[in-house]
């Protein structure tokens, strides 16, 4: 079982920037396909960005706004978000995946707004 812990959402401005955060308990976190899911009130969750080793993947809504990262000693995956949309605005939940094993963060709120 993999802990997943979200966190760095809130308030923000349109065209500002927040940082998320999400750490892992496992000791396999290299090995995980790491993940950015956002869900908004009344539509289906979809994948926001994704990373393994260097590869990245990211839907076209953000491309060019948000950069995935991760720093594996330190079992933490990043979504640093700029230029922020209110169309931005969901609940986030981080993913980590390998093979047949997805678990999930409790995710953090995301809301833009002037």
């Known amino acids: 079982q993999v802990q997943l812990v979200d966190s760095g959402g809130g308030l923000v401005q349109p065209g500002g920037s927040l940082r998320l955060s999400c750490t892992a308990s496992?000791?396999?976190?290299?090995?995980?396909?790491m993940g950015w899911y956002r869900q908004a009130p009344g539509k289906q969750r979809e994948l926001v960005a994704s990373?393994?080793?260097?590869?990245?993947n990211y839907v076209e809504s953000v491309k060019g706004r948000f950069t995935i990262s991760r720093d594996n000693p330190k079992k933490t995956v990043y979504l640093q978000m700029n230029d922020v949309k209110p169309e931005d605005t969901a609940v986030y939940y981080c993913?980590?995946?390998?093979?047949?094993?997805?678990?999930w963060g409790q995710g953090t709120q995301v809301t833009v707004s002037s």
């Open positions: 993913s980590a995946n390998w093979g047949d094993h997805t678990y």
């Open positions: 990373i393994f080793n260097s590869y990245t």
């Open positions: 496992t000791i396999y976190f290299s090995y995980y396909v």
